[in-house]
């Protein structure tokens, strides 16, 4: 059975890169582990723990799930292929 590997890397995108956007309004707001995402911002060029750095954690989150969850899925397909 194969992953529709843009599906998956896009529903990955989209999941992540909400969550890295909702986590840091949360974390601006409440300081609420906001260590954890100083952590992130190392990884992330640019990103920072501000409402601004939500939105660019919104675009890295989306690209870095995307991405991911893409090669993911079609390694998942090549070895799938390969196993039968």
């Known amino acids: ?3 529709n590997a843009k599906a998956l890397g896009l529903t990955g995108g989209i999941f992540w890169g909400a969550c890295l956007f909702i986590w840091t309004l ?4 409440t300081g609420y582990s906001g260590e954890i995402l100083r952590l992130l911002a190392t990884v992330y060029v640019g990103y920072s723990v501000t409402a ?4 660019i954690g919104l675009v ?3 690209v870095d799930g995307f991405i991911g969850l893409f090669i993911f899925a079609w390694l998942y397909n090549w070895m799938s292929k390969k196993i039968k």
């Not at 949360?26 to 707001?29: L, M, P």
């Not at 601004?52 to 939105?55: N, R």
């Open 1 to 3: 059975m194969a992953i």
């Open 26 to 29: 949360v974390s601006v707001s």
């Open 52 to 55: 601004v750095g939500s939105l």
């Open 60 to 62: 890295y989150g989306f």
